[in-house]
């Protein structure tokens, strides 16, 4: 066997390194130079270890700096104070790997409730015992990932900074509104989305009040959900423009590599979390430069948009978004060094509009998903491609070797071939025709 010398070794590290940077660098891709560099090369070494999606990671490490900033900080803008709040969609079909980058991303988060829920079980063990008892403890936690309305009312009470509602399938959490009381529960989240005041009044417990409320939400939809997340009106009444898609285009096979993430990274990750969760009340402010690059941009993209309702409609909210996002790419950065202060930087401005197209991109092929009715967007990318291969009419016995090629076999031959919107079983001798070319 060639041995291979120290020499290709290096030209071998260096290509897997150019194929790497090729995925950060499309602009189809989630821009991930909104990180500081080490969140960067974490993201970088966990596609290169596990696999992990870029899109599908950042998505749940930007998600995660918003839920450890929560009502801790705001900006001011000069006409209105934003929050750290924000609804986060990833887009993929089932077994694409969106759960275990988001899962990985909360960890830190989920380590604070875990040692919360803790010092609470030690307190209300405490609590039981005495006598004359006082104030009954209450569980802090941040994540909430099965609840009721009136437990989210609960957590939203005990949490000063605000909560992260964490779902693998967001569609199954919309589909349950109002299932414990009729009216009511979607206009709550689009009055969450500004921050408002919650009240609830309960006939056999304490009323609940939170002055600011902050609501991040974060989960995956599944493609053919979409036209499902359109429905009930939330199409209309701006809950689904509310939302950031993350639709990437670049996905491939979650493969096991028998790899991890290298501790220092995770060491690094875990300790600029916390350094966003502990960071002191501020206000962040902006300067005359940074609201001079806000309304160029704004006024430039409400022109270009002001006869489509649609994109009229999607500018509306991703202008609003640019302020949060500003929030927290500059609060990330200054989380690096542990040092925070009240300034801003134009390069954070910048940043966040770059982002924002992004997640405008999204929000089209959104809407574009939503509106088609083609059948073929439900399925991988190799059987469009193969459909595309197949003659008008054909014998399934004279195309096998077209399923092959395109890594179809088993089964998964006769699935493909029974899914009656896209073929016509012509008879029983293995005859189809196509319903569409």
């Given at each position: 066997m060639?041995?291979?010398?120290a020499?290709q ?8 390194s ?11 891709n ?10 960067q090369e ?9 696999g ?11 998600s ?20 750290p709040?924000?609804w ?6 089932q077994g694409i790997g ?8 909360k960890?830190?988060?989920e380590?604070?409730?875990k ?34 309305p009136?437990?989210?009312?609960e ?6 900074k ?8 967001l569609?199954?959490w ?9 009216g009511g ?9 500004n ?14 009040r ?5 609501v991040n939400i ?9 036209k499902e ?13 509310r939302?950031?898609?993350v ?14 993430i290298?501790q220092?990274h995770v ?6 979390i916390?350094?966003l969760?502990?960071?002191?009340a501020?206000t962040?402010?902006?300067t ?7 309304k160029d941009?704004?006024?430039?993209k409400i ?7 649609l994109e ?14 500003v929030?927290v ?9 542990n ?8 390069t ?8 924002i ?6 929000a089209?092929?959104?809407n ?10 439900d399925?991988?990318t190799n ?5 595309n291969k ?21 089964g ?19 005859n189809y025709?196509k319903?569409?070319?």
């Amino acid at each position: 066997m060639m041995k291979t010398t120290a020499i290709q070794v290096q030209k071998n590290n260096s290509t897997l390194s150019n194929i790497i940077d090729a995925e950060f660098s499309s602009d189809l891709n989630f821009p991930t130079g909104i990180f500081p560099e080490a969140i960067q090369e974490l993201i970088k070494d966990a596609y290169k270890t596990i696999g992990y999606n870029p899109d599908f990671l950042s998505t749940g490490i930007l998600s995660i700096c918003a839920t450890a900033i929560g009502n801790t900080t705001n900006l001011f803008n000069g006409s209105y104070s934003s929050q750290p709040i924000l609804w986060l969609a990833i887009i993929g079909r089932q077994g694409i790997g969106k759960t275990h980058p988001l899962n990985f991303s909360k960890q830190p988060i989920e380590q604070k409730d875990k040692q919360n829920y803790k010092i609470f079980q030690e307190l209300i063990n405490t609590y039981e015992d005495q006598e004359k008892k006082g104030s009954k403890p209450k569980y802090v936690n941040s994540i909430l990932t099965d609840f009721t309305p009136e437990k989210l009312a609960e957590a939203l009470q005990n949490n000063e900074k605000g909560i992260l509602i964490f779902k693998d399938e967001l569609i199954g959490w919309i589909n349950s509104f109002d299932q414990y009381k009729k009216g009511g529960d979607q206009q709550k989240y689009l009055e969450f989305f500004n921050g408002g005041t919650l009240t609830v009044d309960r006939v056999s417990k304490d009323p609940i009040r939170v002055e600011k409320t902050n609501v991040n939400i974060l989960g995956g939809l599944q493609p053919k959900k979409l036209k499902e997340l359109a429905g009930n009106g939330r199409n209309d009444d701006g809950f689904l423009s509310r939302m950031l898609f993350v639709y990437p285009t670049n996905l491939k096979p979650d493969l096991f590599t028998g790899e991890s993430i290298h501790q220092s990274h995770v060491d690094n990750y875990n300790s600029f979390i916390n350094n966003l969760y502990n960071a002191p009340a501020l206000t962040l402010k902006t300067t005359d430069s940074q609201i001079k690059i806000y309304k160029d941009w704004q006024h430039k993209k409400i022109k270009e948009c002001f006869n489509d309702d649609l994109e009229t409609s999607i500018q509306a909210k991703l202008q609003t978004y640019v302020w949060r996002l500003v929030l927290v790419i500059e609060m990330m950065q200054q989380a690096t060094i542990n040092n925070f202060t009240e300034t801003i930087s134009d390069t954070s401005i910048i940043k966040a509009i770059k982002l924002i197209e992004y997640f405008r991109n999204n929000a089209l092929s959104v809407n574009d998903r939503i509106l088609s009715t083609n059948p073929l967007e439900d399925l991988p990318t190799n059987k469009i491609d193969l459909f595309n291969k197949l003659p008008l009419e054909f014998k399934r016995s004279d195309v096998l070797h077209l399923f092959e090629d395109y890594e179809i076999k088993g089964g998964a031959i006769g699935r493909f071939l029974n899914n009656k919107s896209l073929f016509i079983r012509v008879n029983s001798k293995g005859n189809y025709k196509k319903k569409f070319t």
